[in-house]
């Protein structure tokens, strides 16, 4: 008995390390490696000597921070980031803001309609960024919008949405739009989580709704929301299919609109890789700090009011 | 804000006047304004796609003339034109689309499986430093993986090919993360430790007892990750230049390239567009019913 037990326990220590060696595999080569890689990358830079002809005329050597300086100090860079930071305290808020007012709506009771509404709601996660971009692009598009035929019969005035202010406004509606539903429901289900008997003396007391939503329901599902907030920033920064697609219908989205897009020229377009690498590292360095940032804020205003 | 079943407390600001007020209340009172909100916000939700199936049905000419919620007439015409554009390349996209999403889902599904079960039933040592790594992608920006990502599979000859858009996309930190929750909850220690009672192997306890009973959340990680895959367009924008490989994202992109200055691609750009939503928005109406929700919270509370 004993011999067995030890030989099975043997069989037992080696059965995790088997079961996790596919993703430990795929985790070295397509995240670790290129991140190592990444870092290199940024790190150096191309050295031509004489006319840059012939094999050993181009040698990669070591650049210090230089990448990384002149990263920080390209206007291009610094102002996709301005304009990403606008764009995003439009978007979090109002996708968030939505996705809670939906989720609690829905939660009530004698709601009419709520399985339709909710699959409604949540429809625009199965569609692609890209084509969201592209089906609300040619709502935007004067000669083809009901919006624009809306406001030509009423006689109205006919903003370009697809031009200054009004640009951020329509990259910013693409993505609530899209991410509304999702986030909705993550916030849904933490609803349908709390126990109905929290409920019942808040309503015997005679409660109001609104009162219950406000000082119960929201209150319990804050780590949701935390989270929802933490992913929505992280997505949010890396905004590059919205622009992209929206690209070929106007002229105000430049190649550099956003920080990504400005790696993705430089990287490929002008074939800096190393400079482009640095850009990409200052950008996952910047988005992990805000996210983090912000979970620590978070979770010390949760223990403060626990504390009290 | 304000649903309530009980009659005497309901507030005012919400009911329109001549709403259920004075009249004998009915058996189940409807919230007005949460109702009302609801829908409006399912009409927003469902615009866009509403005018790409109508737009789709109009002939170029209609399209510029005819109001955009009246359905046309054209959709046989534009369906012919899209097959036949470049020899029907369209269908190619649609191909490579669910071949990506299918196999890339799939493999992801199980490489979840295997690590969520090793994860979640045993103990040894290095577990939660391998999780916590495991899962630290999650937070990688696609952005900072994808230039080096292409770099690389540019060494191994592999850019441009199937497998530089498919092998990166297997392994979903999400996924495991999912699977490790699911397998905690579904499979219980005694029944892997009767197996072992049994003398049956780690791998036949795995396959013969775990992993039916860990089907549910496989195909939710599935699920998840065919969405996933079919919807990115980064990866496969910046791996691919042939556009006989390209995915429908990237395929779709590169025609309103071409289409946006010549206003007579529209239409081929727009049944594009709403033939691609079709199969997502039918596999969504199905698999909905499946969907754990349970699972969603479960991950979203711990």
Redesign the interface.
Known sequence: MKSTARR?SY???G??????L???I??A???A???G??IW?SLHKVKVSGLGLGSGARREVWAGLENYTDALTDSELVNGALRVLGYGCIVVPVMLG?AL??A???D???????P?????????????????A??????YLP????FY?VLDKLGLPQPDLLDGGPLYLALSNIAV?GG??FNM??IY??L??IPAEVYEAA?LD?A???QI?LRIKIPMVA??LV?TFFFSI?AT??V??EP??LK??TNSVSTTWSP?MN??RD??GEGD?YG??AQ??I??FA??LL?FGFLRAANRRQKQEAAR | ??????PQ?E?VAGSTPGTAQGRPPLR????L???V???L??I??????A??VI?ATKSGRE??ST???LPGTGFAGNFRDLSAYRDGVYWEWMGNSALHAGLGALLSA???A??G???A??R?RG?ET?FN??LA?V???????A???Y??LAKADLTDSFLSVL??Q??SPYG?YLARIYAAAAVPADVVEAG?MDGA???RI?TRIALPMMIPGMVTVFLFQF?AI??N??LP??MLSDDEKFP???G??TL??Q???T?AL?TL??TG?FL??LP??A???VI?RFWS??L??GA??S
């Not at chain 1, 339709?116 to 969201?132: D, E, K, Q, S």
């Not at chain 2, 804000?1 to 009980?6: G, K, N, T, Y």
């Not at chain 2, 189940?28 to 919230?31: G, K, P």
């Not at chain 2, 927003?44 to 796609?49: E, G, I, M, Q, T």
């Open positions: 099975q069989g037992v220590k059965a995790p390390y088997a079961f996790l596919p993703a430990t795929l985790f080569l397509f995240f490696l290129p991140i890689y990444a990358l939505l007012l939906f609690l709506m829905l009530s009771e004698n709601v009419r309609l709520a339709f509404t909710r699959l409604a709601i949540f429809l625009p996660y199965a569609i692609p960024g890209v084509v969201a592209l089906l609300w692009g040619f709502l000669d083809v919008s009901p035929f739009w509304t539903g429901i993550v289900t933490s349908q989580a309503k005679g109001t709704p609104v939503a780590p949701s989270l992280i920064l890396q590059f299919n992209t697609t070929p219908l990504l790696v993705h990287a490929f890789v482009a690498a990409a590292v950008i996952a988005t992990l996210s | 804000m304000s649903s309530l079943a009980v407390t507030p189940r009172r409807i919230a304004i949460p109702t909100t609801l829908f916000g399912a927003y939700c469902l615009l866009p796609v005018w790409v737009a399209l510029f109001f955009t919620f199980c490489v979840s295997f690590s079960y090793a994860l039933i045993y040894f577990r391998i790594v495991l992608g937070l990688m920006p696609p952005v900072i993986l230039i080096p990502q770099l690389l092998l990166p297997i392994l495991v072992r192997s780690e791998w795995f969405v079919w919807n367009f980064l924008y910046i429908i994202t990237l779709l992109f309103l390239e289409g946006a200055n206003p529209y750009v727009i567009a691609a939503v997502l928005v596999l969504f109406l909905q929700l349970d969603l919270s979203v509370k």
